[in-house]
């Protein structure tokens, strides 16, 4: 069987700057992976790549077996990749509502307002507050936002960049659970994080980058027991 995503040898450069050297990782239909790393690892890198928004200058890139290294962007989210960018990036000015529908652009199915009440299921703020200029929720409301948004294209495979980025313990535990319950509802999801310990709880499988190699892989809770991991990620001595 192949994976939903297959990523082997890939390299990509900015200028002479290589930021991912030949990383090979793979990830199962049902699965949650994670790519973990101090900054500038290359795992925001990666996650672009896959996107489209960046070209490898090696390696390929297979979902659900075909080639999409030299895909469009637009068509890969056609295929059923989603991305909730590193930041968030939210549009202020736009409601709650308009920001969601944003994510449906590449539908042409009828489901779109069924996908809407699925979001504010998912996350009742976003219901309660659907009218109101997106600009005005606190980080972790637009964190949510973000990936109702990416939610709305109904991906097969969500990359999350930073769900947890400067958001409350408690937050980030609320941010971390909806990715279990994604999981739950059949989404296959690729979540790169700093905060490694949070990651690693809830990912099958996990890979650590480090300046843009891949230098440890396993199951979750193989990485959560390893020594190099928690001298290294999970601040332990
Ligand atoms: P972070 O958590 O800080 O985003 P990261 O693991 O996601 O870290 P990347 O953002 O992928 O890492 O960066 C990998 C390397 O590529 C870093 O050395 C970074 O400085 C460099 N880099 C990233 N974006 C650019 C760019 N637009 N131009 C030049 N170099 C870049």
Known sequence: MTAMLEV???RVSYGKIE??????????????????GTNGAGKTTTLRTISGLLRPSGGSIHFQGKPID????HEIVTLGVAHSPEGRKIFPRLTVEENLLLGAFSRKDGGVKADLQAAYELFPILGERSKQPAGTFSGGEQQMLA?????MSRPKLLMLDEPSMGLSPLMMKRIMSTVKTLQRQGTTILLVEQNAQAALKLADRG???????IVLQGSGKELLASDD??????GED
């Open 147 to 151: 990936m109702g948004r990416a939610m």
């Open 207 to 213: 890979y650590v980058l480090e300046v843009g190699k």
């Open 70 to 73: 030299r895909t469009p962007a």
């Open 8 to 10: 082997r040898d890939l």
């Open 19 to 36: 930021a991912v050297k030949e990383i090979s990782f793979s990830v199962e239909e049902g699965q949650v992976v994670t790519l973990i």
């Open 229 to 234: 991991v928690r001298k290294a990620y999970l």
